[in-house]
């Protein structure tokens, strides 16, 4: 039904009386009642839907499952080079979660990375990077405005599906940590994150975090691999002991992995009205439990759905 149709049936209602005014007033309420978000991504087109880069897909290997990566090299290009140059090198391969600290972060990395006698060399991966914690706007980099405001930035909104903010007063934009966004830990220094250990964020979104610590990408699928751990004992969530620490089998990049090993996935384009319609169906929630909509929406709420590519 197009808009027009749905004025008409309202105003049928209004002027309708006695028993057949209820039945064009619940026909009306019906036709115009906002869709959920299942109901948008079942309407969706294939267009609306992008495949993930493999240059750009790490798959994480643990015994209990995988985790599908992607990376961000239009915002921290120097950290996913790095991290491509790690991963071919098999630099994670048997290294390990070494801290879970509960409602904020999972970190894996080098147990030993502080002892130079054990440490693993990172090859022809480089230690320090300059810091990638914001970047210029530009025209060709995609950005979906959200309606509503935010805490932290000016705007908010999307850029290829991941959480990002800007300034367009200073011209810069910088990606947000929200849940799922994995970041470069790094010391005081601010050339000092490799991208050799890294963190994924598992519980409230730490916006605080945001430009003082370069993002490269964000987990689609696998997050409960990562934030079911048990949680460390120690100082920030580190485990006390070698055996508490989860081991990585490896991590691949997917264009180096054979096409049937591969987990074939699809993200929701977030440069789409799909999206836009999306985005509009958690604002306003119309879902028969939801009493109350809430008329707003922060960065950090918005779901980008992924799903398996479908059968031909």
């Given at each position: 039904?197009?808009?027009?149709?749905r004025?008409?049936?309202?105003i049928?209602?209004?002027?309708?009386?006695?028993?057949?005014?209820?039945?064009?007033?619940?026909?009306a309420?019906?036709?115009?009642?906002?869709?959920?978000?299942q109901?948008?991504?079942?309407?969706?087109?294939?267009?609306?839907?992008?495949?993930?880069?493999?240059e750009?897909?790490?798959?994480l290997d643990?015994?209990a499952?995988?985790?599908?990566?992607?990376?961000?090299?239009?915002?921290a290009?120097?950290?996913?080079?790095?991290i491509?140059t790690?991963?071919?090198?098999?630099?994670f391969?048997?290294?390990a979660?070494?801290r879970?600290?509960?409602?904020?972060?999972t970190?894996?990395?080098?147990?030993?990375a502080e002892d130079?006698d054990?440490?693993?060399?990172?090859?022809?991966?480089?230690?320090?990077?300059?810091p990638?914690f914001?970047?210029a706007?530009?025209?060709d980099?995609?950005f979906t405005?959200?309606p509503?405001g935010?805490?932290?930035?000016?705007?908010?909104?999307?850029s290829d599906?991941?959480p990002?903010a800007?300034?367009?007063k200073?011209?810069?934009?910088?990606?947000?940590?929200?849940?799922?966004m994995?970041?470069?830990?790094r010391?005081?220094?601010?050339d000092?994150?490799?991208?050799?250990?890294?963190?994924?964020v598992i519980g409230h979104?730490?916006?605080?975090?945001?430009?003082?610590?370069?993002?490269?990408?964000?987990v689609?699928?696998?997050?409960?691999?990562?934030?079911?751990?048990?949680?460390?004992?120690?100082?920030?969530?580190f485990y006390?002991?070698p055996?508490?620490?989860?081991?990585?089998?490896?991590?691949?990049l997917?264009?180096?992995?054979?096409?049937?090993?591969?987990?074939?996935?699809?993200v929701l384009?977030?440069?789409?009205?799909?999206?836009?319609?999306?985005?509009?169906?958690?604002?306003?929630?119309r879902?028969?439990w939801?009493?109350?909509?809430a008329?707003?929406?922060?960065?950090c709420?918005v779901?980008?759905?992924?799903?398996?590519v479908?059968a031909n």
């Amino acid at each position: 039904m197009n808009p027009l149709s749905r004025t008409s049936a309202a105003i049928r209602c209004a002027l309708a009386v006695g028993a057949l005014s209820l039945a064009l007033c619940a026909t009306a309420r019906a036709e115009t009642k906002p869709p959920t978000m299942q109901q948008v991504l079942e309407a969706s087109k294939p267009s609306d839907w992008r495949p993930l880069d493999p240059e750009n897909t790490l798959y994480l290997d643990l015994a209990a499952g995988r985790v599908v990566i992607e990376l961000a090299p239009a915002y921290a290009p120097l950290h996913a080079q790095n991290i491509r140059t790690m991963v071919r090198e098999h630099y994670f391969d048997g290294l390990a979660i070494l801290r879970v600290q509960d409602g904020f972060v999972t970190q894996w990395g080098d147990p030993n990375a502080e002892d130079k006698d054990k440490a693993r060399t990172l090859g022809k991966a480089s230690k320090t990077l300059a810091p990638e914690f914001e970047r210029a706007i530009a025209k060709d980099l995609p950005f979906t405005k959200l309606p509503d405001g935010d805490v932290y930035a000016p705007e908010v909104g999307f850029s290829d599906g991941l959480p990002v903010a800007r300034d367009a007063k200073a011209g810069k934009t910088w990606l947000a940590h929200c849940y799922g966004m994995v970041g470069a830990g790094r010391d005081a220094g601010v050339d000092s994150g490799s991208g050799a250990e890294l963190y994924v964020v598992i519980g409230h979104a730490p916006r605080q975090l945001d430009r003082n610590i370069a993002l490269v990408g964000r987990v689609v699928q696998g997050m409960e691999w990562l934030s079911a751990l048990p949680r460390g004992s120690g100082p920030l969530g580190f485990y006390e002991k070698p055996e508490q620490r989860t081991s990585i089998k490896s991590v691949r990049l997917a264009a180096d992995v054979p096409e049937s090993e591969r987990t074939p996935l699809q993200v929701l384009r977030t440069d789409t009205s799909t999206f836009t319609a999306l985005v509009e169906s958690r604002r306003n929630r119309r879902d028969d439990w939801y009493k109350v909509p809430a008329g707003k929406i922060d960065l950090c709420s918005v779901p980008v759905p992924v799903r398996a590519v479908p059968a031909n």
